[in-house]
């Protein structure tokens, strides 16, 4: 499933990532009310959850999607921000299993599960831009075969076009 693999553009915003200890404040000084970014985690998108518990200093451009459920939340100057900042991979351990799959795939989940893949390849480092990667991306760069799939769980007819595929793409590192 690759699905939500790419976001509506590169013209949205990121936000920055606030602390990782505490909650980001903002100081007043320059009298601006900032925002927190809040992504549903009830059904996510892989655009959407890299943004969840960001700040920026203006009002996030919502909805960024189709079925968007994001919301966000104001930082009035002299005021912390309502969450403590955490990062994907933390948010993604919380979730239920629905959750979970609805954000990386099914696929992707199974070969999560069977060790094949880390956490981190698929959803990303703060240094890779929390880039989600779809499944048949996550093969080829861990040159991923069809009997290591096939033990993963992921059904044949699957596995075998995801290693074809795989074959095929350019790399995107």
Known sequence: MDAHAHGPGPEIPTGFEPPRSGRWRNTGRDKTTHYQLVSSLRKPCGFCIRRHGRILNKPWPLPFHPNCQCDQLAILPDWDAPMVYRTPSEIFREMGPD????????DNLR???AGLVRLSDVIGTPESGWLLLGFTESVRRRKLTVPQLLSAGV????????VSMADRLPKQE
């Not at 059904?155 to 995801?162: L, N």
């Open 99 to 106: 959750a979970q799959v609805n954000l990386v795939g099914a």
């Open 155 to 162: 059904d044949r007819a699957t596995a075998d076009r995801a």
């Open 111 to 113: 070969i999560i599960r």
